[in-house]
């Protein structure tokens, strides 16, 4: 089994910044692509960010060039920074990883448990 851990959630100002981190953890061979989403009141859960264990990476526009994805492969753990925060980001934000765990050949999406990014006033 492998659990995936966030955290960094919270309240900001508009304009303001905060940072998550999702780590996974358990019977771990090899984690795939991480991303995170969001999901707002009433919406449906949205793709915010991902990125491949190489590197690449890519972003919903309405985040492109405020929200960063990283991650450390040594720690199986991505992050994402988020700036110049807006009203309208204000959701439960969710990790999702993409783990090829040992003794298996296929891999399997795990969802971290969720964290509020809350964006007021």
């Known amino acids: 089994q492998v659990q995936l851990v966030e955290s960094g959630g919270g309240s900001v100002q508009p304009g303001g910044s905060l940072r998550l981190s999702c780590a996974a953890s358990?019977?771990?061979?090899?984690?795939?692509?991480m991303g995170w989403y969001r999901q707002a009141p009433g919406k449906q859960r949205e793709l915010v960010a991902a990125i491949t264990s190489g590197g690449p990476t890519n972003y919903a526009d309405s985040v492109q060039g405020r929200f960063t994805i990283s991650r450390d492969n040594a720690k199986n753990t991505v992050y994402l920074q988020m700036n110049s925060l807006k009203p309208e980001d204000t959701a439960v934000y969710y990790c999702k990883a993409s783990v090829l765990e040992r003794g298996r050949i296929t891999p399997r999406d795990y969802w971290g448990q969720g964290t509020q990014v809350t964006v007021s006033s």
């Open positions: 358990g019977s771990i061979f090899r984690v795939n692509v």
